[in-house]
């Protein structure tokens, strides 16, 4: 397995990739808890996508993302990847087409351990009165609904608002 942190928009990231299956994208912290030394490279398919996505020209990445299947976790992982650029769920939604209605609560904490974000774009699932967490970061989360156009409107604004930056 390769890893390598780099710069982007919204912070340093790190991942961890093989082949064309990417396994984990983090803050560097979390990421060296969790993968430890690996060798180095990084795949300029990765960096140009992120790069794409970051400035608004590109909707869908084409690595695939790896991570857990099956049970409750990987449905919502499934659907979450389906969710289309622009559009939103809120958790409850998610729960309730993973067949759990009402579990909107162990939905966020799957999304929590989401390991590949913006590959499975959990910064799509939002409250249902308010914006939701994002392990990269409330801001972040504000900023990438921001590029695809989906930060709630003031018509459809949480009572809780997140800060906005």
Not at 85 to 99: D, F, N, Q
Request: proline share 8%.
């Amino acid at each position: 397995m390769k890893a390598s942190c780099f710069n982007t928009r919204i912070g340093r990231l790190c991942a961890a990739w093989e082949g064309g299956r990417v396994y984990m994208i983090s803050r560097p912290g979390l990421f060296y808890r969790r993968i430890g030394e690996a060798e180095p490279g990084i795949p300029d398919q990765l960096l140009v996508e992120l790069a794409e996505y970051l400035r608004g020209s590109r909707e869908e990445f084409t690595l695939k993302p790896e991570y857990p299947k099956g049970g409750f976790a990987g449905k919502v992982l499934d659907i979450v990847r389906g969710i289309p650029y622009g559009e939103t769920l809120t958790y409850g939604e998610v729960a309730a087409r993973a067949g759990r209605p009402g579990a909107a609560r162990a939905v966020g904490a799957v999304l929590r351990s989401n390991p590949v974000p913006l590959l499975v774009p959990c910064h799509r699932v939002v409250g249902k009165n308010w914006i939701g967490g994002y392990g990269l970061g409330v801001d972040v989360k504000v900023l990438l609904l921001k590029i695809e156009g989906a930060l709630p409107t003031p018509s459809r604004r949480p009572r809780r608002r997140a800060r906005t930056f």
